[in-house]
């Protein structure tokens, strides 16, 4: 056997040095975190909300709720929409806001999206804005196709990878799956969450104790 056979065969695979490492591994932590927050819509259900001092009740309906002085701030969400605007959440504070995570490959979403239309135009004139959260959806082109078939009138902030969703604190009343339904207070602080698609009933019931606070 010659020298050269006996020699150790090095790869032609440039070496990864520990930086970029570290960078995949951040980013496939983050990837996998956003995943996993982004779960199927749970069933509705519960009498408390979370332990600890999360401080919301949900209701048998599913809702979850907050009483007026102990609601936390929602977190910093902007970005742009669908249409490539630029959107933050914080300018409508003084109006109550009603967030909504959904994507259109998502059923659930399909099916409470005709009564969001609806009442978002019903409440236009009663100081509420609606703000969709577009989830998931790897390209723009389906999520304007799918507020295009159901007469969406308000904007959603583009968030393929869920990132706006990592923002809320733990123990708080974060999105957790999609659909998820919050309503924020004129003070831009969470009044009210459900983690299931809603008809136009149980949509009300979340937004109309939120609009008559004074």
Known sequence: MSAASRAPQ?????????????????????????????VPACTSG???????HTNFVVGKD??????AGK????????????EGKPLDVADHQGKVVVLNVWGSWCNPC?????????????YADK???????NTRDGSTTAALAFEKDFGIPYPSLYDPTGKLMLRFEKGTLNPQAVPSTLVLDRDGRI???????LDEKRLLKMLEPVVAEK
Request: aromatic share 4%.
């Open 46 to 52: 519960g009498t408390s909300g979370g332990g600890g």
């Open 71 to 82: 609601r936390v701030a929602a977190p910093e969400l902007s970005g742009e929409t669908l």
């Open 62 to 67: 599913g809702i979850s709720t907050v009483p």
């Open 110 to 122: 399909r099916a409470e999206a005709k009564y969001f239309a609806k009442v978002s135009k019903d």
């Open 10 to 38: 090095r790869s032609n695979r440039a070496p990864q040095s520990r930086a970029g490492r570290v960078r995949r591994r951040v980013t496939l932590a983050a990837g996998a975190a956003a995943a996993a927050l982004l």
């Open 127 to 133: 100081g509420v804005q609606f703000v969709g959260i």
């Open 191 to 197: 009044a009210a969450r459900s983690l299931t698609a």
